[in-house]
Every structure is written in structure tokens, then in C-alpha cells.
């Protein structure tokens, strides 16, 4: 059985190549120190980098597993369930734990489709399939020309988003801000100040979102240009496709050649009362 000894931000390297060995869209080592390292929201790191690792967090007054991977050369032998087990006991006292949709450092929207292994684990240790996410992809070749109207957001408006967010997409803030932070949130403006936004390469590099407008404007078209805007500036980088992560309306994104490309799967499973 693998060992469940604690890991820290100098097992990262060790982590990401598990991950590399074991997961089809395997997160890069900066992608794995921000989702499970965050300074204010450090992640229970478990297991053994060559063999499986499980991280679990408190956020929100509930639980999440935010990582939980086996090494193919050692699955089918009770690994994955110990590692879900003592997750499960380092979240002892929250009200349940839920594997998926872990806000704002998830690296996946939820267990993929494709991963049979995990949907099979969490089914036997009676977790409840609670939602559905899907990715949308993009074919950076063929995008729609980039008409301007947006700018990239620099620190100076820092102070300015930050309030924005919190009036208006409060659940999104800690994820625009690091956007910010990094040079890749887009922000339009109209007479009343920032009028919508679109973020990238957030958690994980190719990947775009969260994007909204203010509520008077959903649905107007205003986040268009900024759509558009953030998938030339990832070409420019070089990437060839994206994926818009974690979809809600798809019409924005159909209009820019997207297309449904992965579905993930969100489980919960209430936890005993202590």
C-alpha cells in the first residue's frame, strides 16, 4: 500500500511528473504549485509521488478533493482508495466532500468522462454524481479577425476590478485577479467603467475563462470582442487550440468556431457527523 506521508511545495516537480505519467492533460509543475500551494489556500498533500497522491482542501466550509491520481503501473491494487480515505479523514468534520468544481484553483472542472478508473472509485465508495461540466475547443487557425475594443488589464486597475468583481461576480474574483496579476485578463468599458471581462490561462495555459459582462448586459453581445481578443492573444503565444473551461452559455463561444470537446463529471458524498 502506498505510503501516506505528507508532501509539500518541494514534492512538486515529483508530483507534476505523476501526473504526466498518469493523466492524458497532465498539468504542467507551475500549474501543479498553484493549484495544490496557493499561499491562501494550501492544499493536504498525501501519498507517494511514484506510486499516487491525493490533495484535499476546506473552502467555503465544505471539502474538496482537488487532485487524486494513481500511477498506471500501480492501479488495481488498492491505492486509489486509500489515498480517497485518507482524504476523507483529513476533511473529518465538513459536511461532505466533493470531487470536482473545487473554485478557484480546480485544474480540472470535474473527473472526465474518459477517466473510468475514477468514476468507477468514487461509485464504490458511494459518492453521488451532483453535476455536469463540459470544455468547449477552439481551432486557433481558424478564428473570426480580432476588431480590437478591449484592453489588457495592467496593475494600476488592480484596485478597480478587485471592486468590480466583488459587486458583481464575487464568485470569479480571486480568479480574474491572478488573470490580472499575469497579463492575461481582457476588460471592455462603456460610459458606467468596466462593462465586461474576459480572462485566460488562469489555472492551467490554454484554457479560457471565467468571462462576463455586468447584468444589465448579458446577453448584448458585449464580451464578443473580448472572446475574440483572448484567443489571438493565445495564438500569438503560439498555442494552436484552446479550450474555454467550465461553459455556461454556449452561443458565445459556438460563434467562434468552438465546439463541446470533454464532459466532466462533479461527485459529492456527505461525510459523517464528527
Known sequence: MTTLDR??????????????????????????AGALFPPDQPTNVRGDPDVGVVASVEAEGQGYVRLL???PAHRGQGHGHALLEAAEADLA??????????????????VETTELGMLVLLERHHYDRVEANFNMAVD??????????????????????????????ANWRLEVLR??????????????????FCAYNVNRR???????????????????PL?????????????????????????????????VSRVFFVYRRPLPSP
Open 7 to 32: 508532501l509539500g511545495p518541494d514534492d512538486v516537480r515529483a508530483i507534476a511528473a505523476l501526473c504526466q505519467r498518469s493523466l492524458a492533460d497532465a498539468p504542467a509543475a507551475d500549474e501543479v
Open 93 to 110: 468534520g465538513m459536511p461532505s466532500v466533493t470531487v470536482g468544481a473545487d473554485t478557484p484553483y480546480f485544474l480540472f472542472p470535474g
Open 227 to 259: 472572446i475574440v481578443g483572448a484567443l489571438h492573444q493565445m495564438r500569438a503565444a503560439g498555442r494552436e487550440k484552446a479550450e474555454v473551461v467550465w461553459v455556461g452559455p454556449i452561443v458565445p463561444y459556438a460563434r467562434v468556431g468552438a465546439r
Open 140 to 169: 486557433l487557425n481558424s478564428l473570426p479577425p480580432d476588431r480590437g475594443g478591449y484592453t489588457i488589464a495592467t496593475a494600476d486597475e488592480r484596485d478597480e476590478v478587485d471592486d468590480w468583481m466583488t459587486t458583481h461576480w
Open 206 to 224: 490554454g484554457l479560457l475563462g471565467p468571462v462576463a459582462s455586468r447584468f444589465e448586459l448579458i446577453g448584448k453581445g458585449v464580451a464578443a
Open 69 to 71: 491520481v494513481v500511477d
Open 179 to 196: 488573470a490580472l496579476d499575469k497579463g492575461s485578463l481582457l476588460l471592455a468599458r462603456d460610459d458606467l467603467g468596466i462593462s465586461a
